[in-house]
Each structure stands twice: as structure tokens, then as C-alpha cells.
């Protein structure tokens, strides 16, 4: 196993570590966004935070497709999967997560025909062998899944599949990112670009982070040493007054994208004027829905969706954790009516989430492989 | 549903459909490889991707793929989670 200790290797990540800690101004605070919850998941699965200086702090940021979609949304797709002809198909993830008037997996116990999906392709399978009832696919996800969609929708199009649609709620990782750096709530100095939407978007869309804001930005793989790395860079940059784009994780991503991945978006979709997100509330075109070319495949236009904006419930502070103005044990129902079995928000449901990802690792620091460890 | 996870082609199955099947841990299923694989780069038998949602979404090095299953085989539940969905998984 070579190639792992070169990755895992104690006295590399502890030599890295020294080097930000020298990097590191100790009268100053920095406050380093992580936008990825992939990301989110490896600095708790790993104690990252562990090996840093007291004044970075990383502060967890909107990128976990799951935790963004607010409840109206979670309602219409459920108000769909109601139709007694649908066949509603998701990803395993989306099951659990809390509607107003319950989840998916809840409907499906009453009767409900839902299931679980690995690929989008799965979803159109299944519309192949059931001509007579209407296949929906709820699609999630940012750009690292969009593409997914927009092929399988190229597909069922040349294939002239009439029972099948999508109910889309693909978003987009700039907006929310500009959305946070505008807001007045938090005062942030430097990004972790996420790995994988990086493979599909490339490097370029986060310039407008140093350009405009003036803040550095290195896009990162997800083992530990790459976020330890990606840090030092992005430490490097601050000490020396500079604010760029880098990229950590150039082995997968390429700067300019996929090419291939693009083109098909942009032929499938277009933006929303505007998209609710969860915590964030509305904003401009953040969101994808299907083109004028693929209307016919549009679930919101086959079926009526009820579109009705709903409050998380009282108890609820996922919109501060998502905004990075809360850790997740500073939400009041944290660890007791919101856990992993019975999740109250979204932030709860996928192990990307920033509360189950501190729910599993992050407290329990006995648990926790410290980088290196045994190898 | 967030993660990439590496798998190695083993048989290009339909070049028009862009279908190939690939090894995950031991799992085979069919995958689309759209995405990578064009008149500039093509996807080969014995190739690593990386595969998302049932697409693959880059090529990369044995290297890689090594050290990324590693990673995926400590963080346990949320990888057998994958794999599971995976396996349940007919892409025609
Ligand atoms: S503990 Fe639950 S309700 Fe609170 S922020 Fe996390 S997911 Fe949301």
C-alpha cells in the first residue's frame, strides 16, 4: 500500500501541520469556509481541526445537496409520489428526509409506490418496464450530478420515453457561495473549493472569489492530507498578501472542467430565476430547471405541485448551521430530538451533513483515527 | 449519494449507448461513460473512473483509485451504503 502512506503518512500531515502553524498570525482569527460537506465529513471523520493552530477556525459551508432543499420542495415531490399512477424514484438519501407532513420513506409505508434509485438511469429502466405508469425521477444535487440527469434526459428523449419525467432541483455552487460573502452575518477569509463539482465546473468559476472579494481559494481532494495541504496554500496566500485561485486536487480536476459535462447542462437545462434554498432563502439564479427542448420531461409542468413556501420548524436552526453562523452543537435540539435515527433537519440525514458528520465523529473523539495512525 | 467511487472497466459494453461494465469493490455493474470518454480520450478495458451516480466522472491513475478506496473502506458505513444501492443498480 505505497500509495496510501503517501497520502496517510504521519510525518508528512504533521510536517504540513508545523508549516501552517508558522504560517499562521497567532493575533489573528482566520476563518477558512469548507464549501464541500465531503469535505465537511473528512475534517470531522479525521480530527483535522485537531491538528491546527487555535486561530484557524473552519467554518462549514453550504455544499451538501440534501441539507440545502428546503421542506416546500421535499413537499411537492411528495405531493407527486401521491399520485396513484406515479412510480417515484430517489436516491437513498432523500427517503429520510423531513417533509412537513412527513418523508418519503413515510408515505411510502402508507402505500405510496417510492423507490430508491442508485442512478438516474435506474429510473428510466424502470419507466422501460412499466409503459403503463409514470415514472418520476426527483433530481438532486450540484453540478457534480447535474450532468447525470441531462444524460439520462438525452437518452429518454432518442428513445422517446413518454412516461418519464424529472422533478428537478439541481442547484448551483457559485450563487450561495456569493450569497454567504455578501452577508453581513459572517466574516470569512479564505475557501476550500470542493473536489468533486470542480471536475464538472473546473477552477475558473471561483475567481470572482479573489477577483471581487479578495479572498484566496484552493479547491481540494478529500483525504486528509489534501485538506491539510489545501490549507497550508491557502495560509500561504494570506501571509503573503496574495488572493488566488488554486487548485490542490489538479490529479482529478482539470481547470477548465469537464467540456463533455458542460455541454450536456447546457443543453438540458437552464437557470431558474430564482431557487429556495434551506437557511438561505431565495436566490437568483441558483437553480436549474429543464430547457424549452425538455419541457416534456418536466415533472413541475406533467403534474401540479402545491409550490408552497414552508418555515422549518421552530426547533430548527439548520439555516444558522448552514450559513456557517452555528457548529452544529450550538443548535438547540442537537444530539436530542435531532439525531441520525430520527433527523429533524436535513443536516441530520446525510453522513455529508455537517450535524450527523459531527453526530458520528466529531464528539466521539475516542472514536476518531487521528491521520497516520498504524501506518 | 455524494460519493465518487472508483471502479475499473472491465468490458466496453455498447459504444453507441456509451455503456461500460465496471469492478467496484467486487461489485460489477453497468456504468455509463459519456462523460470521459471521446474522440480525444477514450475509456479502455482496465481503466480506473471515477463513478458517480452511475456515470463515470474522470479517469484516474491506479495510484488513485488505491488510495481512494482505502479511504472509502475506513469511513465504513456511508461506503456499504453505496455499494449496496450500487448493487441494486440494472443500468441498460
Ligand atoms: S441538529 Fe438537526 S435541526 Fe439542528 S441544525 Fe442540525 S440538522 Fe438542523
Redesign the interface.
Known sequence: ?K??N??RDAKIAQAVAAQIATLADPQRHYKVMEIC??HT?TIY?HGIKDLLPESIELVHGPG???CVLPMGRVDDGIAVAEHPEVIFTC???MMRVPGSKGSLLEIKARGADVR???????AL?IA?ENPDREVVFFA??FE??A??TA?TLR?AKREGIKNFSVFCNHVTIVPPVRALLDSPDLRLDAFIGPG?VS??IGCRPYEFISADYGKPVAVAG??PLDLLQSIMMLMQQLADGRCEVENQYS??VPWEG?L??LK?MSEVFELRPFFEWRGLGFIAQSALKLSPAYAEFDSELRFSVPGVRVADPKACQCGEVLKGVLKPWECRVFGTSCTPEHPLGTLMV???GACAAYFNFGRKSRER?PVGAGE | MCLAIPGRIEEILDEDLQLAKANVSGVRRTINIGLVHDEDEKIEVGDWVLIHVGFAMSKIDEAEAVTQLKALEEIGEAYEQELRELSVSRIE
Do not use: W
Open positions: 500500500m500509495y496510501v503517501e497520502f460537506g465531503g465529513h471523520r451538501c445537496p440534501v436516491f437513498g438519501d430508491m434509485v442508485y442512478s438516474p438511469l435506474d429502466r422501460r438532486i444535487g457534480t450530478t450532468p447525470s444524460l437518452r468533486h471536475t464538472v478529500f483525504e490529479r482529478i469537464n463533455a459535462a450536456s446525510s453522513s455529508e483515527e
